[in-house]
């Protein structure tokens, strides 16, 4: 079921979907479907497969660079970093092609 959030906007969760799959959103109001729909996609969650250097000293600062996979859905998204269990994020130095640089 759909959320009323304001009177312009509703919450709804995703069910789950098939890999890099596309499926219509509408809403209905009373049991009666709403005309419109719009289209959602469903991607794939970045994965990272390479860290570089995979070590660092306890002083910190150093870069480090991570290499994904399925990063491209995201590429207009704003990237933070994290290390360990911290709540500290800090913006990437870089991200392009399919890597992120951190420090």
């Known amino acids: 079921p759909a959320s009323y959030l304001s009177p312009n906007s509703a919450s709804c969760t995703m069910p789950t979907g098939e890999f890099t799959s596309v499926a219509n ?17 469903y991607v794939t ?8 250097p995979n070590f660092g000293w306890t002083t910190g600062g150093a870069q480090v660079l991570l290499s994904l996979e399925d ?18 994020f800090t913006k990437p130095i870089s ?5 992120v640089a951190c420090h």
């Open 25 to 41: 959103v509408s809403i209905s109001v009373d049991g009666e479907r709403g005309m419109n729909s719009i289209e959602f996609k």
């Open 45 to 52: 969650e970045p994965k990272v497969y390479r860290i570089s």
């Open 71 to 88: 990063l491209e859905p995201f590429h207009s998204h704003e990237f933070s970093c994290s290390f360990g269990d911290s709540n500290n």
């Open 95 to 99: 991200v392009r092609d399919n890597n």
